[in-house]
């Protein structure tokens, strides 16, 4: 285990504990005026002299309409004395106490008080994950989730007669699950990073570790089954080839596609571009990411286009694109694509592969044309009988 990782993940352990503490003070401040405002809301109408007195001697009843509001008043009066009164606040701060000390002794022996990374043991397997995780912690900013601690605190069944527990554990407890919601959910989640992007430097080491300049002003093309409102998004890899006679077999495949998985909105389609700037490329000539896509994303290509796109722009790299997949040394994959090429009107494509072939001919080419049907001619008119 590196000394290095334990420390950064000791650090994390201690800045998470520090944020936590610093948040539930902000919270105690906002319960305690919240109480105190539900108090006043409920509070029960005195009444005049004379109910109070014959309310006293039994003579009367209390109103039926206050019983909910004394509930109510009389909840939220335990749960303040509990909390804020001399002797709960005494209670309350020793509680706080015993949590942080808890708290240390836990990240001592390497346990884990944060939802962003795993007890050290589990978090060292998977290093770049887990620095993942701390990184982005130490960057969040968060809309602070006490309101909603502080909302479920104060919630209250009238069905009821316990108080809820408000030991400062389960305080904790409830905004650190509130918390959780500001951790990412992406392509690599149960999949282990650290091992992910071994594989894919094996990729590249294995197809010898060159880089290459795609020179701005060369031709590429995508085909796939895309919405008509298509916009590239720069975060997401696009697959294209440089040679146009490829073009048209990839959008054969976008029409087999479409037959065979129609999809509401999309249509087979090919768009093309020309590269507007050099792009500085690694080589992946002889590769293949199918075992990869099967070992690490689930047979998704989707999230194979988040590897990918990470692992391009690791600092080591900074990769503008991939040539030489597992298409052939034609095969382009560009990182950013909405910024790096200036993309042509798109082409429509038959959405049956009997249309595709009357179109495009069989075996497909952009050159073929199909034959246009003879137009028949009109019988020459009849001449007017004499």
């Known amino acids: 285990m590196s000394n290095g990782f334990k420390a950064e993940w000791d650090k994390h352990q201690r800045d998470f504990l520090a944020l936590m503490l610093k948040e539930i003070t902000l919270l105690d401040v906002d319960l305690k005026s919240k109480v105190v405002g539900l108090m006043e809301d409920n509070k029960p109408s005195?009444?005049?002299?004379?109910?109070?007195?014959?309310?006293?001697?039994?003579?009367?009843?209390?109103h039926s309409a206050d019983l909910p509001r004394q509930a109510f008043f009389q909840y939220f009066k335990g749960l303040h004395d509990e909390l804020f009164g001399k002797k709960g606040r005494r209670t309350y701060q020793i509680q706080r106490d015993e949590y942080v000390s808890e708290c240390l002794a836990k990240i001592s022996s390497g346990k884990s008080i944060s939802p962003f990374v795993e007890d050290l043991v589990a978090a060292t397997f998977d290093t770049r994950?887990?620095?993942?995780?701390?990184?982005?912690?130490?960057?969040?900013?968060?809309?602070?989730?006490?309101e909603r601690v502080v909302e479920e605190l104060c919630e209250f069944d009238p069905k009821s007669n316990a108080l809820k527990s408000f030991e400062y554990e389960r305080i904790a407890g409830i905004w650190k699950r509130e918390l959780k919601v500001h951790k990412p959910?992406?392509?690599?989640?149960?999949?282990?990073?650290t091992q992910g992007f071994a594989a894919l430097d094996k990729l590249f080491a294995d197809a010898g570790g060159h880089v290459m300049t795609v020179t701005a002003g060369t031709s590429c093309s995508h085909a796939g089954v895309l919405p008509k409102t298509l916009v590239l998004d720069?975060?997401?890899?696009?697959?294209?080839?440089?040679?146009?006679?490829?073009?048209?077999?990839?959008?054969?495949?976008?029409v087999t596609k479409h037959v065979n998985e129609p999809s509401a909105g999309s249509f087979p389609q090919i768009i093309?571009?020309?590269?507007?700037?050099d792009l500085h490329c690694g080589v992946m000539h002889g590769t293949s990411f199918d075992a990869f896509t099967r070992v690490f994303c689930?047979?998704?290509?989707?999230?194979?286009?988040?590897?990918?796109?990470?692992?391009?722009?690791?600092?080591?790299?900074?990769?503008?694109?991939?040539?030489?997949t597992n298409g052939g040394a034609d095969e382009l994959v560009i990182m950013r694509p909405f910024s790096k090429v200036t993309w042509k009107p798109r082409i429509t494509l038959p959405t049956t592969q009997a249309g595709f072939d009357r179109?495009?001919?069989?075996?497909?080419?952009?050159?073929?044309?199909?034959?246009?049907?003879?137009?028949?001619?009109?019988?020459?008119?009849?001449?007017?009988?004499?």
């Not at 005195?46 to 006293?56: A, Y």
């Not at 995780?133 to 809309?143: H, I, P, R, S």
């Not at 997401?236 to 440089?242: A, E, G, N, Q, V």
Request: glycine share 10%.
């Open 46 to 62: 005195k009444g005049n002299p004379l109910e109070r007195i014959k309310s006293f001697l039994g003579i009367s009843k209390p």
């Open 129 to 146: 994950k887990s620095k993942r995780f701390m990184g982005y912690f130490a960057l969040l900013t968060f809309g602070t989730p006490k």
């Open 185 to 193: 959910f992406d392509a690599f989640h149960g999949f282990n990073e």
């Open 234 to 254: 720069d975060g997401i890899p696009c697959w294209t080839t440089t040679d146009p006679n490829k073009a048209i077999n990839y959008a054969g495949l976008a």
């Open 272 to 277: 093309s571009g020309v590269v507007d700037v």
């Open 298 to 324: 689930g047979t998704s290509h989707a999230h194979l286009k988040a590897w990918i796109a990470s692992w391009c722009a690791e600092p080591t790299r900074k990769f503008d694109g991939l040539v030489g």
């Open 359 to 386: 179109e495009y001919g069989k075996p497909p080419s952009f050159a073929y044309k199909a034959p246009q049907p003879t137009r028949l001619q009109p019988p020459p008119a009849s001449s007017p009988t004499p």
